[in-house]
């Protein structure tokens, strides 16, 4: 893997810096970065996620998350925020699989990464990142933003190779990707498309979306 696949492996999508500010323009909170907290009475180093997101008319940010295989994941801490398209939900497991979308009008990148703790290194634990699935400008016709928002949750862009063949995604992360086709396109959005009610959830308020 190169490195800058490697780093996207790690950080999530590469936005270039105009679409990054427009984002923030229109309040569209989107953390891809997973972190590497301890928990003290497990004694077990675990990832973090926050699930986050949202859209506008015009585009849309999400990232979300799955078991390694694309299962759904119970959150940890449902977030509710006074503003939308923010943080929803908080995860933390061991490994998980991470699938983030944008999308521009009818134009769709996504990225699905991998990611576990494998071992500790001088007491540092060992942080592994590999790429499911990356394809840039995926296209879908429907918009489901607005007046074909009665099919969200069972469309989904194409994605094809240069030479024009289709390129299709691991089966497995199919309906994953049917739910954050969904969350791309949740204007205002204000619940987690992905993650879902566990048994031990605890929940806050934020004022606002930073």
Same mark, same amino acid.
């Given at each position: ?43 077990? =180093? ?28 119970? =959150? ?68 489901? =933003? ?65």
């Amino acid at each position: 893997m190169d490195k800058k696949l490697a780093n996207m492996a790690q950080r999530g999508l590469t936005l270039p810096e105009p679409t990054r500010k427009e984002l923030r323009k229109t309040g569209i909170f989107c953390r891809a970065t997973l972190a590497i907290v301890y928990q003290q009475h497990a004694k077990r =180093w675990v990832l973090r996620g926050e699930e986050s997101g949202g859209a506008v008319a015009s585009f849309g940010h999400y990232v979300g998350f799955t078991t390694m295989t694309g299962q759904s994941l119970a =959150w940890m801490q449902r977030v509710q925020n006074f503003m939308p398209n923010g943080i929803h939900a908080i995860v933390i497991e061991p490994e998980l699989c991470r699938v983030e979308m944008y999308r521009f009008e009818n134009t769709y990148d996504v990225l699905i990464t991998k990611h576990s703790i494998f071992g500790l290194q001088n007491g540092t634990p060992q942080f592994k990142s590999s790429i499911a699935f990356f394809r840039r400008a995926g296209t879908l016709s429907t918009e489901l =933003w607005g007046k074909d928002s009665a099919f969200r949750g069972g469309a989904m862009p194409r994605f094809f190779r240069r030479n024009g063949e289709e390129m299709l995604p691991p089966e497995s992360f199919l309906d994953p990707l049917l739910k954050i086709t969904e969350a791309v396109c949740c204007v205002g959005c204000r619940h987690s498309h992905l993650l879902e009610l566990g048994r031990t959830t605890v929940t806050f308020t934020h004022s606002c979306a930073k």
